[in-house]
C-alpha cells in the first residue's frame, strides 16, 4: 500500500516529492515541490514550483503560493472569514451557501510551524511568518511577523532574501 490519496484531478509536476499520508485533489502542485507526511491540498489550491510543504499542514481551497515558498509543520490556512455549519434556512451549508476567500503567498515566503493564516491575506515576496503567528492582514514583501494578531518585527534587507 502507498497510504497516498490523491484525486486524477490532481495535476503534479515534474519531480514532485511525496511522502505518505496524505491527500490531494483537485489541486495543481508545481515541479521539485516536496510534500510531507499527513498533508491536505484542496480543490483549486496551487502551489508553485521548488515549494516545501512540511507535514500536518492543511491548504484549503483559495489558497496560491508562489514558486519557492517554505511551509512549516502544521500550517492552516482558511479561506472563510465568518464561517457558519448552516445556512439561514437552517440546512447545512453546502457549496452554494458560502463564498471561496482567497489567500496569496508571494515568491520565497517562509511561513513557520503552527502559523494561521486567515483568508484574504497577501504574504509578500521573501516575507518570515515567524511560528505560531495568526496572520489577519497582509504582510509587506520581506516583512518578518510574529504574534497574534502578526505584527511586523522588521523588513528584511534586501540582500539577506537573494533578491
Known sequence: MSFLAIAEDVKL???????KFINLYGCTVGDNTKIGTFVEIQKNALVGRNC????HTFICEGVTLEDEVFVGHGVVFINDTYPR????AGGLQTEADWKVE???VKRGASIGSGAVILANVTIGEN???GAGA????DVPPRGVVAGN????IRILDEKKTGT
Open 102 to 104: 482567497p489567500t496569496l
Open 127 to 129: 516575507a518570515i511568518v
Open 149 to 152: 494578531p502578526a505584527q511586523i
Open 85 to 88: 455549519a448552516t445556512n439561514p
Open 13 to 19: 509536476g515534474e519531480n514532485v516529492k511525496l511522502a
Open 134 to 137: 495568526v496572520v489577519t492582514s
Open 52 to 55: 516545501k510543504i512540511s507535514s
